[in-house]
């Protein structure tokens, strides 16, 4: 009797330790919870609205470069007509070396714009063309309501993106 009343009260604390349950809120503008393996969709609200995107853009940027990059490791030598960005920073210097790593590690855990023209300049030799290879990755992934103009996010009316087409671009992240 002892050791049900034991099971009995450990089972009555867990129930009230464990936090309540709650939905999915709709606050968010546009919002997309995908399955990452199958990409089922499991709850959507207005998906397929074009929107800003913001420093979202960086999931992209890493993508491309992560695939274009020969190596990780390689080196490379911030030119001053790469610098310049507005917005966040991991103030890189004219001169200054680098890995490609070390860029991407800024450009995801700091934000950092100039990490983001630096990636592009590097391995594209401009943003225009890099905005052009993160563009055709998108048409890859099936992302066919958003375009990019830029590496970091910027605000632009040609940069947008939509919630359905940025859980495509996670899950691609995620494989």
């Known amino acids: 009797m002892r050791k049900l009343t034991g099971l009995l ?3 009555a604390m ?6 309540p349950a709650y939905g999915v ?38 993508l491309v470069a992560a695939e274009r990059a020969e190596d990780l490791e390689q080196v490379v030598t911030v030119k001053g007509e790469w610098l310049g960005s507005e917005g966040s920073s991991i103030y890189l210097q004219a001169g200054e070396e680098i890995t490609l790593r070390g ?3 800024g450009l995801l855990l700091q934000s950092g714009n100039d990490a983001a023209m630096v990636i592009a300049c590097h391995l594209a030799g401009s943003e225009e063309a890099f905005a052009a290879l ?42």
């Open 9 to 11: 009260w450990a089972l």
């Open 103 to 105: 860029l991407l590690y």
């Open 25 to 62: 809120g709709d606050r968010a503008a546009g919002a997309v919870l995908m399955d990452a393996e199958s990409g089922r969709v499991l709850y959507e609200h207005d998906a397929h609205t074009p929107r800003l995107i913001a420093s979202t853009t960086k999931l992209m940027t890493a």
């Open 134 to 175: 993160m563009n055709e990755k998108a048409a890859q992934l099936g992302m066919k309501n958003s375009s990019f103009v830029n590496a970091s996010g910027l605000n632009d009316d040609n940069h947008y993106s939509t919630a359905y087409d940025m859980a495509l671009l996670a899950q691609a992240c995620l494989r």
């Open 14 to 19: 867990a129930i009230l330790l464990i936090p």
